[in-house]
């Protein structure tokens, strides 16, 4: 006896939602026979199984719902160097992780990554955000800088795609007055 599964609109082993490994059929043995739904895309899916019956046995059919979601992401952002003087720039990479693979098709993680900085007078160079394509390697950069000492905290923030969910990753830096500001601020020199 023979069982087919046939997915619904959104579903079928050439669509782009999900596929049936290895075959859209199997062979019933004791009652049951099983197939493997690979998910190609998020979103909702729903699956139903036909069973065209034999000599002694009707036909019938059932449906059940699948919900392919999102992969995981990981976030990580990393300064250097992570100390500098008031008003210098450091470099601030994003890398975000999240590579897989279904069949033969590769899924990067792809789109905005926007920092952020705990610092009131920290700035972003050329902006605060950056893009990441599918082809890449998962990262981009931007340059910090800040007009005053302390350890701000800089965040990065990904927002996902249609296969990738979205995560968040976050260090920090130290900024400081250089010795040559503090020796004239504190009378390093007089004018007569």
């Known amino acids: 006896m023979t069982l087919g599964l046939s997915p619904s609109t959104h579903c079928s082993p050439n669509a782009n939602y999900c596929n049936l490994t290895p075959y859209s059929q199997c062979i019933l043995s004791s009652g049951s026979c099983s197939l493997t739904i ?17 000599a002694d046995n009707q036909n019938s059919s059932g449906e059940f719902p699948i919900l392919i979601t ?6 990580s952002v990393s300064c250097a160097p992570q100390s500098v003087i008031v008003g210098s720039p450091t470099r601030c990479q994003a890398v975000i992780s999240g590579y897989y693979q279904t069949g033969n098709i590769g899924h990067y993680p792809m789109g905005n990554i926007t920092f952020a900085s705990s610092s009131p007078t920290g700035y972003f160079t050329p902006a605060n955000q950056c893009i990441i394509w599918s082809h890449s390697s998962g990262t ?22 249609t296969n990738n969910a979205g995560s968040k990753g976050s260090t920090s830096v130290t900024v400081f007055w250089s010795s040559e500001y503090i020796w004239v601020v504190h009378g390093g020199f007089s004018i007569d």
């Open 140 to 161: 981009c950069h931007v340059d910090y800088c800040d007009t005053g000492p302390g350890s701000p905290q800089i965040e990065v923030f990904y927002g996902g795609d």
């Open 70 to 75: 999102e992969a995981s992401t990981q976030t």
């Open 38 to 54: 690979e998910g190609l895309s998020a979103g909702d899916v729903n699956v139903s199984a036909y069973y065209n019956g034999d």
